[in-house]
């Protein structure tokens, strides 16, 4: 079983900053990819940034140049620097990590999101 448990989370004012966190515990052999997902009132979730075992971020056009995602090199611990805050960018936030039990068995697992409430 694994565990995800997001951090930092809180309000904030328009063109400040927060830092979000996520580690990942329980019975991992191997983490393929970390993900961060947001979820705005009354819409879908939606992918903020995505980084690989390689070190490879991927950014939303919509925070690019904004947030920043940093690690330790097995993927247990992703931190989400979130800069230049937005309305528009309040929402519950996700950790995902895609986690391989074994050689060959791999699942999604997901926290239970942290809010982020970006108003004056």
């Known amino acids: 079983q694994v565990q995800l448990v997001e951090s930092g989370g809180g309000l904030v004012q328009p063109g400040g900053s927060l830092r979000l966190s996520c580690e990942a515990s329980?019975?991992?052999?191997?983490?393929?990819?970390m993900g961060w997902y947001r979820q705005p009132p009354g819409k879908p979730r939606e992918v903020v940034a995505t980084?690989?075992?390689?070190?490879?971020?991927d950014y939303a056009d919509s925070v690019k140049g904004r947030f920043t995602v940093s690690r330790d090199n097995a993927l247990t611990t992703v931190h989400l620097q979130m800069d230049s805050l937005k309305p528009d960018d309040t929402a519950v936030y996700y950790c995902?990590?895609?986690?391989?039990?074994?050689?060959?068995?791999?699942?999604?697992?997901w926290g239970p999101g942290a809010q982020v409430t970006v108003a004056s």
């Open positions: 329980g019975t991992i052999f191997h983490v393929a990819s």
């Open positions: 980084v690989n075992r390689g070190g490879s971020v």
């Open positions: 995902r990590a895609r986690v391989y039990s074994n050689r060959v068995e791999w699942d999604d697992y």
